[in-house]
């Protein structure tokens, strides 16, 4: 029986506030000019983004005179619709398997006993550049096996891509989960899908949904891979690769579709931290 | 838990979770249903293309209708790695009946049998095209064998400020690759295929150096070019290198650089915003390019045959070279038909205008003798290592 991971469930007392002394004072203004600095590093580009968007003259370098020409373009040329709507339906598979297989995974590892080198085993492909596992994965399945490349083959590398980091989200929620907790619901008489369902899962959800989150995303953005082992799908990501080499403008691509985008991506992901983390549980 | 309060009526003010997740997977069914109904429809042929973006329509629906095809096409980056990736590792021709891919590539892909030959007397309207054209070493293999039948083609030369440069066309390639007027000021394309050929072609021109074909060079010529383009690195010539269509564009739109060897859609974006700059008639020739139709050898036979023939003759119908005219500004091989739809059609006078120069502006710059643009060189690795020693220097 492995000792709990969590503190005990008694309400903690206020603890004392020790003032801080002059250094510390000064090491918070520090790392909070930091914070600061790294949220302005982050979005400040993807706001010039969307500035540049409804921009008549987006690679003059300055904004305005402001117009709405470019998504007009893009809802004129619809080419993109059918890559993002790729792009999405193969990132949201990715996302469920990442967090499905990962959840199975992520409940055992933390008590094997080879749990660290285990660990490492499934942590090591981080450490693989793009294109080699998109070429080693290419030689296997297409030279090798002499397989048929498609939507399969692009699934399967965004799944090895995605799947370390949808793990290290899951075994996020799962080492800290208290198994003290199964052995009173088995206690009380629940068998072990009720155990799961109504102990369990609730309680590591988040991890879930961060793990099928980091698939979704992963997937969504991938180029590397995806070049070797398209076969002939076209995600999006590919969609504006193939364009940059063509003769034409692709501002409504880069800088409309990519606000819109962004938009869309913001939204889906304040909804999701909402449902997890920003409401009291309803009765 | 699951208890019920019976104190209070059960509302709930606002959104709940479980509202927003029926809500949101009712909205995932909606948004899922267009892709399964787009699948019941299956009546007309499909011709699948796979090819360079530059030569794809934005909407294929007149050469659909000129040719009785539904078309189904797949972009790839035109870039001779991806061609021999897709056709021979990924064995492309399996599922793919047209390939649209920069010519100088049958040299490779055809002489080992990839690629079936062309019959001419198959495709309606090859004998209206110029035979020059349709004969160009970018369309046959080394043996003569017509492997490749011409799409799309221009002549490049560089985009310069007039107000710079200050001197009359035509132009000399100099004010790339030396000239005081524009040190530090110029940009080159990010690859061997285009920029070594140009620098080729002016030294060979200015009798610098020896060179036999700017577009085939020996290791010897390629390291001579790189030697003289090291050289003017090192004496501050270029102020950087481009990759995208949108960098050349904001390159020469900050003026951050005066003269560029980009392509000619860059100029009319560039006109567009008001920028005066000009795309350059040269003295010495031009990098002639074209995009030709090449057919896998798995769909030479049988029903595929057919669609692919119907496929080419629309490559070389009204509706394609009038769209594509438009479009890029580019010249079909046949481009005259283009003028006669544009007629039939009624399409505004400006549009047949720009068709008209177009036809005009290729037959000037297609006889000037110098140089075909090749994809598929006899010492490409050479080339390819030159190439990287300059990127390095």
Known sequence: MKAPLSGTATPEARPVRVRAGRLERHLGLVAALGGFGMIVLTYAPMLWLGVMSVSAD?????????????YDRLFTDRRWVGPLVSSLGCGVVVGLACAASGLLVARALPHLRARGPLLLAFLAPLFIPGVLLGAGLFLYLRVFLGLRLGWWSVFLAHFAWAYPFALLALLVTTTRFDTRLNDAAADLGAGPWRRFADIEFPLIMPGVVSAALFGF??????????????????TLPLFEWAQATSHSSNVPLIFALATLVLLVSLLLIGVSFWLLFGRAEER | MNGHDLTKPPIRAGLSRRAVLKGTVAGAAVLATPSLIGRAQAATPTVRIMGVETAALDNWASFEKETGLKVEFTGINSDPGIFRQEVVANAAGERIDIFLMDGGIEDELGAKGFFAPIDPAKVKGWDAAPASVMNSPLAQGPDGKQFGMPVVMNADSFAYYPEVIGEAEPLSYAL???????????????????????????????????????????????????????????????RTLWSTFEESIDLMARKEVVAINCWEPAVKELRKQGKDVRYAFTKEGYNKWMICAYVPKEAATGARAEIVAKALSGFLG????????????????????????????????????????????????????????????????????????????
């Open chain 2, 318 to 393: 009204g509706a394609y070279a009038a769209q594509i005219a438009v479009l890029r500004g580019y010249a079909t091989a046949n481009a005259k038909a283009g003028l006669a739809y544009a007629e039939a059609q009624k399409m505004p006078a400006e549009d047949i205008e720009s068709i008209k120069a177009n036809i005009a502006k290729i037959e000037k710059k297609f006889a000037a003798p110098l140089f075909w643009q090749n994809a598929a060189p006899t010492n490409i690795q050479a080339i390819e290592a030159e190439w990287e020693r300059f990127r390095q220097a």
């Open chain 1, 217 to 234: 995303l992963l997937s969504f953005n991938e180029l590397a891979r995806t070049i070797l082992l398209r076969g002939t799908a076209t």
């Open chain 1, 58 to 70: 987006p690679l003059g370098g300055l904004p305005g005179p402001f117009t709405l020409e470019w």
């Open chain 2, 176 to 238: 790339l690759f030396e000239s005081e007027k524009t040190l530090g000021k110029v940009s080159l394309e990010n690859t061997w295929l285009t920029s070594l050929p140009m620098a080729a072609t002016y030294l060979k021109v200015a009798g610098k150096q020896a060179i036999g074909d700017p577009s085939n060079m020996t290791p010897a010529e390629a390291k001579a070019v790189v030697d003289f383009l090291v050289a003017r690195k090192k004496a501050g010539q270029f």
